[in-house]
């Protein structure tokens, strides 16, 4: 009698990258980073604490930026909700992950100024091609000049509207199944939405991210009125559940949920 294919019978690249990410869950656990809860956090930083010299060493050996990038990521620190961007742990291991599935196509959800959009499209191929979409054309104006720098900007194609509208732009151009990556860092309370229509944009083997999940552990148990909480709750919870991927969480800044088409 045939045996079923295990769930997690992955293809060699997802291996590869499940290896990948098994050894950043080992380090996130080394280096302690476990926040407090939903109800008691107020504000994250993205730059280590300067008393803390172990994390600002490992930092300083292993965090690989381009110069453009590092100057996008301290610019957007000093504006307001500047700390709401994607750590540059986070931004390298996506961009890594990147490359080791050969990503060609990337889709970025919240673009604000640009880092995680450039992080993508540095990892990408000289033809390669990251859509990002934001409703407020000011913050992405901030980054532009840092993505001529890099010489990234002709693959970096910037939508100013809803992403949901760009997304079902997308689905109805024919371009499902045709993304490798898919960022997912806009509002919370539409994050459902978007996972779902993320997932038919992406290939199989797709990689989907879904940064400041705010996961320290623990099922989140948000405060009776937060929305985008519970959003973040539900979705963690219907990704847990779902036959389509295979997932991973990780303690890198307010969190990282991973979700690898299968």
Not at 29 to 56: A, K, N, T, V, Y
Not at 160 to 170: F, G, N, Q, W
Not at 229 to 246: F, M
Request: hydrophobic letters at 45%.
């Amino acid at each position: 009698m045939t045996q079923p294919v295990p769930r997690l019978s992955l293809p060699a690249t997802l291996a590869l990258g499940s290896a990948a990410l098994g050894a950043a869950f080992a380090t996130g656990l080394f280096l302690g980073r476990r926040w407090p809860s939903w109800r008691f956090r107020r504000q994250r930083h993205l730059l280590p604490p300067e008393d803390s010299p172990l994390w600002q060493y490992l930092l300083s050996r292993s965090i690989r930026e381009h110069p453009a990038l590092r100057s996008l990521r301290l610019l957007t620190l000093e504006q307001p909700h500047g700390d709401y961007m994607m750590t540059c742990e986070q931004a390298q291991l996506l961009a890594n992950l990147a490359r080791l599935i050969k990503a060609k196509k990337a889709l970025d959800l919240g673009t604000f100024t640009g880092y995680s959009a450039l992080a993508l499209a540095l990892a990408l191929p000289p033809a390669g091609r990251v859509v990002t979409c934001e409703v407020d054309a000011g913050p992405p104006e901030l980054g532009r000049p840092l993505w001529r720098k890099a010489e990234m900007d002709h693959k970096i194609d910037l939508r100013l509207k809803p992403a949901l509208e760009t997304l079902d732009e997308l689905l109805a151009a024919g371009e499902a199944s045709t993304f490798d990556v898919a960022v997912v860092d806009a509002d919370k309370e539409n994050c459902t939405a978007y996972y779902e229509q993320c997932l038919q944009l992406l290939r199989p083997g797709g990689m989907l991210a879904i940064p400041r999940v705010l996961w320290n552990g623990e099922v989140l148990q948000p405060q009776p009125g937060d929305t985008a909480a519970e959003s973040v709750r539900n979705l963690n919870e219907r990704i847990r559940r779902d036959a389509r991927v295979y997932i991973s969480l990780l303690p890198l800044g307010d969190g990282l949920t991973l979700a690898f088409k299968i």
